[in-house]
């Protein structure tokens, strides 16, 4: 089983829908957890950290389900410029805090 | 602020050949530095990480080396590129804590 998986996509959706992704991770122990957003040919940015209470930014809300070992993240009211491809990032305890990437999902807003 | 630079930003060379790239920080001090790639299609690979000067740590085994002469400056090297040496190539550096990686913009490097 690969440390995080991530569905990659493409999902394609209309301007204004709402889109869900999911990330599960197989370490119980991992300590934290991102979503990263990376636009084509270009370095990924923190989207935003995820909280275990959950947590909201603007259209943008994270979750974290440790029982199930998933985080989430829910686009509200999608945007053409929401196009790119999601990173779930999660990161372990250890020497250096070792950081695992997922795969990326890939999203597709459509007008 | 912190910042970060890496260049070039796009690198074709031929097989055979060496590489050098180079990532500088700004604005911090002893950071925590890393080198990843990412190919065609496929995630982040960690290649490198470094927790001081002329501290090295490998995750894979490759053609590939890595060198931190400075605080803040860390290299990545190879003395024979190979074609499979092709993809996009990031430095980061991690701020303290539990907080998240800040990427450099990246070199694309194609060998051919």
């Known amino acids: 089983r690969k440390e995080v998986e991530q569905d990659p996509g493409p999902f394609n959706v209309p301007e204004g829908a709402t889109v869900a992704f999911n990330c599960t991770y197989s370490?119980?122990?991992?300590?934290?957890f991102f979503w990263y957003r990376q636009d084509c040919r270009k370095e990924p940015k923190l989207l935003m950290s995820?909280?275990?209470s959950g947590n909201e930014d603007g259209r943008f809300t994270a979750q974290l389900n440790r029982a199930s070992q998933y985080i989430s993240l829910l686009i509200r009211d999608s945007k053409l410029s929401d196009s790119a491809t999601y990173l779930c990032?999660?990161?372990?305890?250890?020497?250096?805090?070792?950081?695992?990437f997922g795969i990326g999902t890939k999203l597709q807003v459509i007008p | 602020s912190q910042t970060i630079h890496q260049w070039p930003a796009t690198l074709v060379q031929p097989v055979g050949s060496p590489l050098s790239l180079e990532c500088t920080v700004e604005?911090?001090?002893?950071?925590?530095l890393y080198w990843y790639r990412q190919a065609a299609g496929r995630g982040l690979q960690l290649l490198f990480y470094?927790?001081?000067?002329?501290?090295i740590s490998s995750e894979v085994p490759q053609n590939l080396s890595a060198s931190r002469p400075q605080d803040r400056q860390f290299i990545l090297s190879s003395k024979k590129l190979l074609l499979s040496d092709s993809g996009f190539y990031l430095c980061?550096?991690?701020?303290?804590?539990?907080?998240?990686?800040?990427f450099g913009s990246g070199t694309r490097l194609t060998v051919v």
């Open positions: 604005g911090t001090s002893n950071p925590n």
């Open positions: 470094s927790v001081g000067i002329g501290q």
């Open positions: 980061a550096w991690k701020g303290p804590g539990t907080s998240g990686y800040t």
């Open positions: 990032v999660v990161m372990n305890s250890g020497g250096y805090q070792k950081v695992t």
């Open positions: 370490n119980s122990a991992s300590q934290s």
């Open positions: 995820v909280y275990s």
